[in-house]
């Protein structure tokens, strides 16, 4: 009798922790999302699709640099924070540190640091209903000549992506957004 509660309790357990795992996952994503800092990343239209993951859309992201006064603390392959700040083209990168802060993103140097520093963004896919990326896809394709930007809220080092929108007007959403630097 003593084994089966030992085994019962032991069961009950390993079920807690893995609920709990993927729970903790979601509550980290949603931290970011109700207080990160929100930022426009400037992308271009690319059509993907993925056997095992479904379709999405590719988030051709212009790259970024940085370029400081001195990156001889940096090297390639390099662990980074970045900080950013909205400009016309989407967003600059004020500092890189290997210290997180508050609204810092967790980046990879991808090159060895000369004048500037090129980073490696971490967002590339925004995965979407089967019938909503294809047709995300296709303004986008229509729309390439406008202002298209991924929106990404960054808290402590984690991101998460929230819409996708092109001149305005959230493609996921349809609904008008607020880009501060477009005059419309």
Known sequence: MKSVNKGLIGLIAVSVIQL???????????????????????IQPVDPYNFFQGRYVSLNVRPVTYSGADLSNFKRNDIVYAE??????????????????????????????GKSLKLRLPFKRFFLEETKAQSIENLLAQNSKHENFVHVK???????????SSNGKSLITGKPVRIPFLNH
């Open 84 to 113: 950013f700040e909205q400009d016309s083209t989407g967003v600059k990168v004020t500092r890189v540190s290997h210290q997180k802060t508050e609204h810092s993103l967790k980046l990879k140097l991808y090159s060895e640091p």
């Open 154 to 164: 960054i808290l402590d080092g984690d991101f998460v992506m929230t819409d996708i």
């Open 20 to 42: 709990a795992f993927p729970l903790f996952f979601i509550v980290a994503k949603e931290q970011v999302i109700e207080t990160g800092k929100e930022y426009l990343f400037s």
